[in-house]
């Protein structure tokens, strides 16, 4: 079965710094992996997929993730922390079987300080 | 652009209530989804339908029900709404024809049962 775990439950940076989200993920074969990002009382939005065609994506708002299959790992960063950023991060692994199911994360809370 | 648009941002009903949330999305997509987020408990699958007529059972299906009549509109129904199901949820939608595509969310519903 395919799971996903962050390693952090709330990270904090300063403004202007960089970013760094981890996740590591278990699966019996070369995934599919997502990041998702969710801002106070809205939906889920999807910033990056991989799916296998290259090892580093890049998403929207200049986040990007490498896909590390040596240390199973797929890490979310961004070089320069800005202060709408501040959200909570999910690594989501799909289901090996049908209908499109997934597994989520735990969820990275992000804090940015002024 | 993907759209899911959810009836309802807040609801509040009461106890005992028949509890209706509407959820549409104009991809037409073939999978569609219903979840809750909880503190502490993360993202929680409820019901997911594959096709029009056509549902499956989630991870925590008990007290609720879904209809899907139309491709693009899913339905959530709290037959008898208690308190326990206070929550926020989440609508989401998917392709099916290819692997590994990812889920689109709606903004949610942040339910209240008074």
């Known amino acids: 079965a395919q799971s996903v775990t962050q390693l952090d439950s709330h990270v904090s940076v300063s403004e202007g710094t960089p970013v760094l989200l981890r996740c590591n993920y278990s699966?019996?074969?070369?995934?599919?992996l997502f990041w998702y990002v969710q801002h106070p009382n809205k939906g889920l939005q999807l910033l990056l997929k991989y799916t296998s065609a290259a090892t580093l994506v890049k998403g929207i708002n200049g986040f990007e993730a490498e896909f590390k299959k040596s240390e199973t790992s797929f890490h979310l960063t961004k070089p320069s922390a800005h202060m709408s950023d501040a959200a909570e991060y999910f690594c989501?692994?799909?289901?090996?079987?049908?209908?499109?199911?997934?597994?989520f994360g735990t969820g990275t809370k992000l804090q940015v300080i002024p | 652009d993907v759209k899911v648009t959810q009836s309802s941002r807040y609801l509040v009903k009461r106890t005992g209530e028949k509890v209706f949330l509407e959820c549409v999305q104009d991809m037409d997509h073939e999978n569609m989804f219903w979840y809750r987020q909880d503190p502490g408990l993360g993202l929680r699958l409820i019901y997911f339908?594959?096709?029009?007529?056509?549902?499956e059972k989630g991870d925590i299906p008990e007290g609720y029900s879904v209809s899907r009549e139309k491709k693009e509109r899913f339905s959530l129904i709290l037959e008898s709404a208690s308190t326990n199901q206070t929550s926020m949820y989440l609508c989401?939608?998917?392709?099916?024809?290819?692997?590994?595509?990812?889920?689109?969310f709606g903004d949610g519903t942040r339910l209240s049962i008074l």
């Open positions: 339908s594959y096709d029009v007529k056509m549902k």
């Open positions: 989501v692994v799909p289901h090996s079987g049908g209908y499109q199911k997934v597994t």
């Open positions: 699966s019996s074969y070369s995934p599919s």
């Open positions: 989401a939608s998917s392709l099916s024809y290819t692997r590994n595509q990812p889920q689109h």
